[in-house]
T-cell receptor, first 111, second 115 residues
Framework: AQTVTQSQPEMSVQEAETVTLSCTYD???????LFWYKQPPSRQMILVIR??????QNATENRFSVNFQKAAKSFSLKISDSQLGDAAMYFC????????FGQGTILTVHP | DTEVTQTPKHLVMGMTNKKSLKCEQH?????MYWYKQKAKKPPELMFV???????INESVPSRFSPECPNSSLLNLHLHALQPEDSALYLC??????????????FGEGSRLTVL
């Protein structure tokens, strides 16, 4: 069974600085998708970034980028120039037929 | 603006009540999902509808009854719930019937409190 592990229950960052959230996963598949979702207190799950496993290039979306290490089954999220609005719970998720979530990381942004 | 709309946003019900949660999407997606989420926990999959047919039921108690009247609508009928069923219920949709290639788009959720 696929599992997704987020080893950091909570993280904090100063506004304008950079923070990296960790995620590892376990799978025997070679072709799958990985996502980072953000869930602010307003509660809607918002897709931050997606990565197709067959692509070598790391995905980027503005201030958000990933470090995808397929062999190591690692998928970390880097947030640059952190903003107060980035404060939320972040879920790493693996998709192969079924979406599997990690336990989440609560990110606090300090002004 | 969310493209997956859930109503109501908040619902309080007694253990003997019957109520329904509704979800609507107009993205032409062929798969729709119900998730249950407790505070500070990841969403747990309850049901998946693919092309309007129930394809996954994650051993959910029968007091939760899903319904997919058409490709745009998804309902969750609630009856004889327990206080431990209080949670945020999230609806999602994806373009692929199997969910293999399409990311899920989530609604804002319905916060359910069972007294």
């Amino acid at each position: 069974a696929q599992t997704v592990t987020q080893s950091q229950p909570e993280m904090s960052v100063q506004e304008a600085e950079t923070v990296t959230l960790s995620c590892t996963y376990d799978t025997s598949e070679s072709d799958y998708y990985l996502f980072w979702y953000k869930q602010p207190p307003s509660r809607q799950m918002i897709l931050v970034i997606r990565q197709e496993a067959y692509k070598q290039q790391n995905a980027t979306e503005n201030r958000f980028s990933v470090n995808f290490q397929k062999a190591a089954k690692s998928f970390s999220l880097k947030i640059s120039d952190s903003q107060l609005g980035d404060a939320a719970m972040y879920f790493c998720a693996y998709l192969y037929g079924k979406l599997t979530f990690g336990q989440g990381t609560i990110l606090t942004v300090h002004p | 603006d969310t493209e997956v709309t859930q109503t109501p946003k908040h619902l309080v019900m007694g253990m003997t009540n019957k109520k329904s949660l509704k979800c609507e999407q107009h993205m032409g997606h062929r798969a729709m999902y119900w998730y249950k989420q407790k505070a500070k926990k990841p969403p747990e999959l309850m049901f998946v509808y693919s092309y309007e047919k129930l394809s996954i039921n994650e051993s959910v108690p029968s007091r939760f009854s899903p319904e997919c009247p058409n490709s745009s609508l998804l309902n969750l009928h609630l009856h004889a719930l327990q206080p431990e069923d209080s949670a945020l219920y999230l609806c999602a949709s994806s373009s692929s019937g199997t969910g293999y290639t399409g990311e899920l788009f989530f609604g804002e959720g319905s916060r359910l409190t069972v007294l």
